[in-house]
């Protein structure tokens, strides 16, 4: 009965090391089959002993040589030995398909499969299948293993399971012999697999052999793009090359095509792929020659509304159903990240961004909102009721100008401040533009005197002392921020301000004090409607003016009209009507020091008073309608006033 004995090169070459190295399995070679003289020969998968003395060795120079890949070789001389396979791309030329049996030794039917590579022979149809029968049993060294049949060869290591390389029958394996074979390739860890009339197989190397249904393609997942390829679901999402590698790209990097996608390779940046939306959206603006430069990252999917966004060197691209895909960079880009990107309230961006705009700037509208840039003031949000109020007023080309912060919310009021004046938000009034006004004084600590967190703060001042002539500011306070409400002009005391520290004194005198003074109540002849206390006069009514008596800057009530006591009920009355609606200033109270001064108000009768400010009437009952205890009268010369 014949035994099969491997070719001493495969034996050296399987316990020298892996097989993906040994040149000598590459072309499998095979002893021929010899008698045997001793009935105890060990069995089939097990090398033979050394032969009994008797028998003679076979003389290298005369004896035939069995080569499983190519049949016997007849001669003379032994061939020489194999040369190690090129490891540089084979010919990309498809493989004449040759018989099978014209170049493989005849089966014997003493040959043994079994084991994992028995397993895949029969799942392939056994000696009936496309490898058809064995011509040699099982070898193993280093944990690979490998069995030949007329049809080709079966693989196995534990980790990559039984693979076949098909001789004639399958696309990939004759490529593989052509090309070195296990040397250049290493050993199957996959099947061959047939996509149309296109095919792979892939190998311990990294290398994988792919039939386009045209020519052949060398591919390696030991490369960068390879890898990555690998990593991203190979074949399955990505699917096959259709090109080949192309290198000399910006920077020193690379590309290759593939069915749904393109793999990108620089130094700086790894390997990314590069597909769908966001991939188009990236070709559009120039690539990698683009300002985008490389990506730095897969797409990320998976987002808020079924969106994706990638990363590249100067800027992302964000993809949703609803908006498409669109860039982000720059100042708006790095703005529209801090702010949550599109998971803010911004959502997605809407277009790319609009540069060539008024000073310099750029606009990028976004589902939520627009971001606005500018060299001067960076870039900011404008949204909701405030970017409709900015809209009516020309944007950035209007006469506010680009937004300086992005807006600023309490409670039911919003704030946002711009380069020449703010847009307010109540939800009582909607939204309102105001200037930028000495309000902003109390906002950015230019104003000598403290507001001590007043609501609103009226702002009184003349142009220099012994003027009587006012400037009136009445500033609201939005979100923490002081805006004006309305600017009126009005009288104080007819002598002008006294300087700060100093007591106005008896108001015959003619001057008003300078200084910051809450307000905590109101007068008149009716109530307008306000959150002050409001004291409704009647024919009583006095305000103490006499120094150094229990009455002195308080409210009383007297029939009689004694030295400097003021007649409220009379101020009221008259044609002039002073005191129909009123406001008490409260200087020098509640710690009253006698004779600094008394019945300092606010108050009608626009005219040069005797230390009051006098407004128009309209102005003094939207003062006392808006007010609240604890706003506050901010009064002296400018110069006094502010820094």
């Known amino acids: 009965m014949k035994k099969p004995i491997l070719a001493a090169a495969l034996l050296l070459s399987l316990a020298a090391g892996p097989l993906a190295s040994s040149p000598a399995l590459a072309v499998s070679s095979e002893a021929p089959p010899v008698q045997a003289t001793d009935p105890s020969t060990p069995a089939a998968g097990t090398p033979a002993a050394t032969p009994e003395a008797t028998e003679p060795a076979p003389d ?17 001389a032994a061939p020489e030995p194999p040369s190690a396979p090129s490891v540089t791309e084979p010919a990309l030329t498809e493989p004449a398909l040759t018989d099978p049996a014209a170049t493989e030794p005849a089966p014997d039917p003493e040959f043994v499969t079994g084991g994992g590579i028995g397993a895949k022979w029969q799942s392939l149809g056994g000696a009936g299948g496309v490898l058809g029968e064995p011509t040699s049993n099982e070898q193993c060294a280093a944990g690979v293993c490998v069995q030949t049949f007329t049809g080709g060869s079966i693989y196995w290591t534990s980790k990559s399971g039984a693979h076949p390389v098909l001789r004639s029958a399958g696309r990939t394996g004759p490529q593989w012999t052509a090309g070195g074979g296990l040397a250049a390739f290493g050993y199957p860890i996959g099947d061959e697999i047939v996509l149309g009339s296109r095919s792979l197989q892939k190998f311990s190397t990294g290398k994988v052999i792919i039939w386009t249904g045209t020519r052949f393609l060398n591919f390696s997942t030991g490369t960068g793009i390879g890898s990555r390829w690998a990593a991203s679901g190979a074949e399955t999402v990505l699917g096959l090359p259709s090109a080949g590698e192309t290198c000399g790209l910006r920077n020193g990097g690379c590309s290759q095509a593939f069915d749904h996608a393109t793999i990108f390779w620089s130094p700086q940046t790894g390997a990314q792929v590069i597909r769908g939306g966001i991939g188009g959206r990236w070709s559009s603006a120039g690539a990698q020659n683009g300002v985008l430069g ?61 540069c060539g705009q008024a000073a310099g700037g750029c606009i990028q509208r976004f589902q939520g909102g627009s971001i606005y840039w500018s060299p001067l003031t960076r870039a900011w949000i404008v949204r909701g009721g405030i970017a409709q109020r900015y809209a009516v007023n020309g944007r950035a080309g209007g006469w506010l100008g680009y937004p300086t912060s992005n807006e600023r919310c309490a409670a039911d009021q919003c704030i946002q401040s711009f380069q020449r004046g703010f847009i307010g938000y109540t939800r009582a009034a909607g939204t309102r533009a105001y200037g930028i006004t000495e309000c902003q004084k109390l906002n950015n600590g230019q ?25 009136n500011v009445y500033c609201v306070r939005m979100a923490g921020t002081y805006v004006q409400d309305w600017r009126t002009d009005g009288y104080v005391g007819a002598s002008g301000f006294k300087a700060p520290g100093v007591p106005s004194g008896p108001t015959r005198n003619l001057y008003s004090p300078t200084g910051s003074y809450s307000v905590t109540e109101a007068f008149g002849l009716g109530n307008p409607g306000t959150q002050l206390p409001y004291r409704t006069l009647n024919p009583g009514s006095r305000w103490g003016g006499n120094p150094w008596t229990a009455t002195y800057n308080k409210y009383f009530e007297s029939s009689s009209w004694v030295g400097w006591d003021e007649n409220m009920w009379y101020f009221a009355t008259r044609a002039t009507h002073d005191y129909r609606q009123g406001v008490v200033i409260n200087y020098n109270r509640p710690n009253i020091v006698q004779d600094a001064g008394f019945a300092i108000f606010l108050h ?40």
């Open 60 to 76: 290298p120079a005369t004896a035939p040589v069995t080569d499983p890949a190519t049949g016997p070789v007849t001669g003379t």
């Open 294 to 354: 490389y990506p730095t990252a897969t797409e990320a999917c998976g987002q808020v509304a079924g969106g994706c966004l990638q990363r590249f060197q100067g800027g992302s691209i964000y993809w949703s159903p609803a908006t498409g895909a669109w860039i982000t960079r720059g100042g708006i880009g790095t703005r529209y990240i801090v702010t949550g990107g599109n998971r803010s309230s911004l959502g997605y961006p809407l277009a790319n961004e609009t």
């Open 447 to 471: 104003s000598k005197y403290s507001t001590y967190g007043a609501n609103r703060v009226l702002l009184t001042f003349t142009q220099g002392y012994g003027q009587s002539y006012a400037t």
């Open 604 to 643: 009608m009768n626009k005219v040069p008073t005797a230390g009051c400010i006098s407004l128009d009437d309209w102005a003094v009952v939207d003062y006392i309608r808006k007010s609240r205890p604890g706003d506050r009268i901010i009064m002296g010369t400018y110069g006094a006033l502010f820094r």
